[in-house]
């Protein structure tokens, strides 16, 4: 009886493990042929808030906007420290500065564009808290912390 001796380039597992490599194949193009869709609808939501009012926490909804702004002029030189620390933290890798581009290159560049929503205290405010277009909402910082990077930004 003569059968097919098996070697390692016939052997079952590596059959298997072809077969395997294809089905991933496939579905990594599934996958990438559903991306057109994604990014439509991505297109769809530039120039838009991610979140909606009712996603928001009840506590952003209920905010004295115009008593925390004037709290600021108490603490004046530690709200811009703080602005300063935390748009180094967390803002510089996206947007980076005049001297060092972000990570990403459609993100705002605050030294040279044109604000799509506002340069008002209370339009940032928004953009941080809901997101905006491809930038996601930054749902970590306090409504004092947000205030205090739109305050540092107001002045550099
Ligand atoms: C993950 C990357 C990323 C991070 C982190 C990020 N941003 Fe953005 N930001 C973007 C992108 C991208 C855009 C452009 C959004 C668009 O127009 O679709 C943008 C846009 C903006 C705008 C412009 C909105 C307008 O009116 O045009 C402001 C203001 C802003 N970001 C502030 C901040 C601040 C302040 C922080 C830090 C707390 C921050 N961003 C963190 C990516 C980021």
Known sequence: MTSTPITKKNHPMKIY?????VFFLLAALL????????????????????LQ????????NDLDHQGLLNALGD???ESI??????????????HGNSDQLGSI???FKFWED??????????????LTRGYGSM?????????????????????
């Open 136 to 156: 996601p909402p930054q749902v970590h910082l306090t409504p004092v912390e947000k205030y205090d990077i739109i305050n540092y930004l107001r002045e550099c």
């Open 105 to 107: 290159p459609t993100a």
């Open 75 to 77: 603490r004046y030189d």
């Open 17 to 21: 493990r072809i077969q395997l490599g």
């Open 53 to 60: 009012e009712s996603e928001l926490p009840d506590y952003e």
């Open 31 to 50: 996958n990438f042929s559903c991306k057109p869709n994604s990014t439509d609808s991505e297109l769809a939501t530039t120039g838009s808030f991610i």
């Open 81 to 94: 420290r703080t602005g300063e620390h935390i748009y180094n933290n967390v803002c510089f890798n996206c």
């Open 114 to 127: 044109t604000f799509n929503l506002g340069k008002d205290p209370y339009s940032i405010y928004q953009v």
